[in-house]
């Protein structure tokens, strides 16, 4: 059997009068209106076209068959329907002129002429049109949006009419006429009941469209019969145009239509066509059987399509934005690795040079430094653009969960850029805009806890202590015993943590872990495999002066201030054990008092700590040897005399280097000067912050310009303990500046497959000098300053420090 269609009309049900009479005369219709011929016919009238030449229009009559002339309840029945229709003064009734009765008895009415097609033929053709799994349009524009909007408006007209307590009890397809400008007029009030059940004409005859009555007008509960039962014909034709097929196979006979219509509708297995659950949930709710289970009547549909397709349209403008926010974003994203690209193609230019390079050979790298800068700037802009579009997708529809989500991604990913930068008054402004679209998408994230597993050789209890700002510095509280390691993904809240590890005959070691929200932080190195297991040195291992950095992971460079540093990553740098304080005075004479008495006069007269001379000649010392050949300090040329335990500086990298070598032959242990990344570890701790304390400045905590009343000068190694690193060690922000071994690179320090790559400086090679010192400003003393100088110049800053691999 083939699918039924939607019907074009159903056979309507009408009361039948024993004393009808089908041999009535015809006659022709009054003077006022010249006939042009037939529009329709139906079961009880026909309706002709005629001329009104009173109002000088065309216009539509509707005239009783002959046969029912002779009946007085269907004069009755016709007269009311004239009196319904006339009295439903709505833009979706049509409008009666006049009603009368011919010569030969003939009941009639005019009214306007409705041209068009009915809502049937519309929704036939459509169905007809479209493919299985879409949707068509028809040639004249008609499309499924612009049906249901057709079907609201015939809710909106019954509406108005259920306000003056009249029901339609004929609604169909067939009965709803589309006007060629898209109006929809309900037709053929034929049947409506008006003022109440018990106004009816027939209180005992079934009338009306078995395919599409409802349950209780096909039962005769004529009583029971109200809006709702015009909601239910309502919901049917909805289900019709969204199923593409009725409910009922329409070719049945009535009296098998009328059985079936006293049964609850069946549910809507499928459809054929992508459709809105809201019009289907629609669908059900309006056919249900129990008429106190539906909406009470046709307002409460419009009012529902109505908010559909609002939320339609506003979902439709919400979709322009979001493809406009994509592009957006998509250009910022593109601009964004751009200007990553350019920003090494700066560097790359700017490594040959020295600051003292001339102008002309700079200016090709601050062109390309002036590119990276304005494609940054542009990304910024596009994305300002694209979350705009977002903003306003969201507006547009609440909602929706695209724009949402789209913006909570976009939001997460700034957070996490500025708490990396540790930018905290963005990164909190970025949190709230998150927490204010974030649906659980991004809960653990916004939560913060991350994840930390660390086994230590051999196993060691575990004090746990959060580092917490307190006057300003990082100080850490503790928090709680954690038993022995191994740990294992321990839960933790994003942020820096510090571990106390210790064990019998072992060093006490300080691990500071930088905790970050939903990561996983452990000991695994770049190259991966088993994670490590931290060595703990015995107490023999480690002098009184010495300090532990045990391998792992650490934040290096992104220094807002300082281009040099390099950008912010995250590096793998292996453990190392470094002395607390830079060299002093003391030592460096036993240094030096050492060669002479080895006979290596000619290397101490090189290592002499010496004033820097223009022409390179040697300049004058603050040492002078006794007549035995023993060092001492003598008055500077400002008249200051050095303390012995201030920091040596006015050494070349070549003096610090025999110093080390001296004394790793001195105590049997490898000493050297440091690699530049392990300095910065030993100073920033994991968490890439600006100083050894912290990432607030206060002048006084370190030995730099202005950071005491009166004159500068350089201090004690053990003065200022404030200027402590998470290590322990001290004087890394300010006294004096250290020399390192690397080669300077003016983009930052080399980094290849996350470790430092080590590339020693060498003959004319600027060598890297890190941290502040007792003449510089204070924003020199971040840990990310970083500077070349050549090797055999004496700077009165640049002292050093020494450490050893371990193990």
Not at 43 to 48: N, T
Not at 113 to 140: C, F, K, M, N, Y
Not at 176 to 203: F, H, Y
Not at 443 to 460: F, H, I, K, Q
Request: charged share 25%.
């Amino acid at each position: 059997m083939s699918t039924p269609q939607i019907p074009g009309s159903g056979p309507t049900l009408t009361p039948e009068d024993p004393f009808a009479s089908s041999d009535v005369e015809s006659k022709e219709l009054p003077d006022r209106y010249e006939d042009r011929g037939l529009i329709a016919e139906g079961g009880m009238a026909e309706v002709r076209r005629v001329y009104d030449r009173t109002l000088q229009r065309v216009v539509a009559c509707k005239i009783l068959h002959p046969q029912f002339c002779g009946s007085s309840s269907y004069q009755a029945h016709f007269f009311a329907e004239a009196r319904v229709t006339g009295k439903l003064d709505h833009p979706g009734v049509v409008a009666v002129h006049e009603i009368g009765t011919t010569e030969n008895g003939r009941p009639y009415f005019t009214m306007r002429e409705v041209r068009g097609e009915t809502w049937a033929h519309l929704v036939h053709r459509l169905i007809e049109l479209s493919p299985d799994r879409a949707w068509g349009q028809l040639e004249s524009g008609w499309s499924l949006p612009r049906l249901v909007d057709i079907w609201r408006h015939v809710c909106e007209t019954l509406a108005f009419a259920h306000s003056r307590d009249v029901v339609h009890r004929d609604l169909k397809p067939a009965n709803v006429m589309v006007g060629p400008w898209g109006e929809a007029l309900v037709m053929d009030w034929g049947l409506a009941r008006v003022g109440g059940p018990r106004s009816q004409i027939q209180k005992s005859v079934i009338a009306g469209t078995p395919l599409y009555m409802s349950p209780e007008q096909a039962r005769g509960e004529f009583h029971r019969l109200d809006a709702r039962s015009d909601v239910f014909s309502l919901g049917l034709m909805l289900r019709a145009l969204l199923t593409g097929v009725p409910h009922l196979d329409p070719r049945l006979p009535n009296a098998v239509l009328l059985q079936h219509a006293v049964e609850p509708v069946a549910e809507i297995d499928s459809v054929a066509r992508p459709v809105a659950p809201e019009l289907i949930e629609l669908c059900v709710e309006c056919t249900r059987f129990d008429p106190a289970d539906r909406p009470s009547d046709a307002g409460v549909l419009a009012s529902r399509v109505r908010d559909f397709q609002e939320g339609v349209r506003r979902r439709e403008r919400s979709l322009v934005l979001m493809l406009q926010a994509e592009r957006f974003l998509n250009d910022a994203d593109v601009l964004r690795q751009r200007a990553q690209e350019a920003q090494q193609k700066a560097i790359a230019l700017s490594r040959p040079l020295v600051p003292w390079s001339p102008v002309e050979q700079k200016r090709v790298s601050w062109q390309a430094e002036d590119h990276a800068h304005k494609v940054t700037l542009d990304a910024e802009v596009a994305e300002s653009h694209g979350i705009e579009r977002l903003r306003a997708a969201l507006v547009e529809d609440p909602n929706s969960p695209e724009p949402r989500r789209a913006l909570a991604d976009r939001y997460q990913a700034r957070h996490a850029d500025a708490e990396a930068r540790r930018a905290v008054v963005e990164a909190a402004r970025w949190k709230v805009l998150l927490r204010s679209v974030d649906r659980g998408e991004h809960a653990l994230w916004l939560d913060g806890t991350g994840y930390l597993s660390l086994d230590t050789e051999p196993r060691a209890r575990v004090h746990l202590y959060r580092c917490e700002r307190k006057d300003r510095r990082l100080v850490p509280v503790f928090e709680r015993e954690l038993g022995h390691t191994p740990l294992v993904d321990l839960a933790l809240p994003n942020g820096t943590w510090l571990l106390e590890l210790s064990a019998p005959g072992r060093t006490l070691v300080q691990y500071p872990v930088l905790v970050e929200r939903s990561q996983h932080t452990g000991s695994t190195p770049p190259e991966g495999g088993c994670a490590l297991r931290i060595p703990l040195p015995k107490e023999a291992d480690l002098g009184r002066r010495e300090v532990y950095v045990p391998s792992g992971w650490c934040i290096v460079g992104g220094e807002r201030l300082w281009a040099a540093s390099g950008p912010r990553q995250r590096v793998w740098v292996d453990g190392f054990i470094m002395e607390r304080f830079p060299v002093s005075n003391r030592r460096y004479i036993e240094f030096l008092d050492a060669l002479v008495a080895s006979d290596r006069e000619s290397l101490a007269d090189r290592c002499l700590p010496r004033w820097h001379r223009a022409d390179g000649a040697p300049g004058s010392s603050t040492y002078a040897r006794n007549a035995d050949g023993r060092h001492h300090l003598v008055p500077d040329p400002d008249g200051d005399i050095w303390d012995l335990d201030w920091p040596v500086f006015l050494v070349t990298r070549d003096a610090a280097e025999a110093f080390a070598n001296w004394e790793a032959y001195r105590t049997g242990k490898d000493w050297r000067l440091p690699w530049e990344l392990e300095w910065e570890k030993a100073a920033r701790g994991v968490d890439g912050r600006a100083f050894p304390w912290g990432d607030a400045l206060d002048r006084s905590w370190a030995c730099v310009r202005d950071g005491a009343p009166g004159r500068t000068l350089p201090a004690p190694i053990l003065a200022h303990p404030l200027d402590e690193s998470p290590y322990g060690v001290r004087g890394m922000a300010g006294n004096v500046q250290d020399w390192c071994l690397d080669a300077y690179d003016a983009a930052g320090p080399r980094v290849v497959g996350e470790r430092p790559a080590c590339v020693r400086a060498d003959g004319d090679d600027l060598a890297t000098v890190r941290g502040g010192a007792w003449n510089f400003d204070g924003e020199v003393a971040r840990s990310g300053f970083r500077t070349g100088r050549k090797m055999q110049h004496r700077r009165e800053s640049v002292g050093f420090r020494l450490v050893r691999s371990w193990p």
